[in-house]
């Protein structure tokens, strides 16, 4: 029976079906990152008294709307067999080697966490780094010092998230330990060792959320600045259409809301790091 339930082992395991979710994700993603450039056009054809940009943006969206409405009704099925299968085999294991019931209980809520990944996180970094790449190719053909601006501002943040890599592992571990001890704390029914352990879990909820938050700071001012720069220049720049400046103006928002949501993504990544090595030795 499978014992590797790391998230390398689960994506190989059901890559076909994964597969296809992450396909139907390109897809869906595709078509919104040429939205702006479509709807710019748009902008610029009702200007001119023309519709044509206005029915293609139309088209484009009805496209887009019919494909995720598609992979929202697979996406479900698909990772609800998943977990359903992998949970059933964990509890099966740790059943023959003996293991407590807390202990199940709660390495089958952390296989939860990997399974939400593919279909949660995994989702969330797609449609960010789609909309990241789309953008940064888009703003690339209206203006490089904009694209070059885009750039330094991913390095930034790579930089802010390397540095705050080791203390998110961690916490993690801190915070696992004492979710995995839940039960066995409960079932001591001791009042105080059960409010000393929701007061070592809010410690470590805390000491991330805190980290988060400061790093949250910093990228928010670096991505207004960002905005400000990319406002001036589109503005100031010769032969600007309405249209072209709004598609700049909202490629540059796709970027940072995109931009902003890897490292959250990266976080969550590292916590599951820290849940795979500890599902290995059951």
């Not at 099966?92 to 296989?111: D, P």
């Not at 053909?141 to 540095?163: E, S």
Request: glycine letters at 4%.
């Amino acid at each position: 029976m499978q014992s590797d339930f790391s998230i390398s082992s689960i994506f190989k395991r059901f890559k076909w079906k994964i597969s296809i979710t992450f396909l139907l994700l390109v897809f869906e993603n595709i078509s919104k990152v040429l939205q702006p450039l479509v709807l710019g056009i748009a902008i610029n054809d009702l200007i001119h008294k023309k519709n044509d940009g206005l029915w293609l943006f139309c088209i484009l969206y009805g496209i887009s709307f019919i494909i995720g409405v598609i992979r929202r009704y697979y996406d479900t099925r698909t990772y609800t067999f998943i977990y359903t299968k992998v949970a059933s085999e964990i509890a099966k294991i740790q059943n023959e080697k003996e293991v407590s019931v807390s202990s199940i209980a709660a390495r089958s809520s952390l296989i939860k966490e990997l399974v939400d990944f593919f279909e949660y996180d995994v989702t969330h970094a797609f449609t960010s780094l789609i909309g990241v790449i789309g953008a940064l190719i888009m703003l690339a053909l209206f203006n490089w010092w904009i694209f070059g601006a885009c750039l330094l501002t991913i390095l930034l943040i790579f930089i802010i998230y390397a540095l705050s890599n080791k203390n998110i592992y961690n916490f993690n571990i801190g915070l696992n330990d004492e979710l995995e001890h839940r039960i066995t704390v409960l079932e001591t029914r001791e009042q105080q060792g059960i409010v000393g352990h929701f007061k070592n879990i809010s410690k470590w909820l805390v000491k991330l959320s805190d980290l988060e938050t400061l790093n949250f700071g910093i990228i928010e001012i670096i991505l207004f600045v960002l905005v400000i720069f990319a406002l001036y220049i589109s503005a100031s720049a010769t032969n600007t259409t309405a249209g072209g400046i709004f598609s700049i103006i909202t490629y540059i928002l796709e970027f940072s809301n995109g931009i902003f949501m890897l490292p959250i993504v990266f976080q969550q990544i590292i916590r599951l790091q820290e849940i795979s090595l500890r599902l290995k030795s059951i």
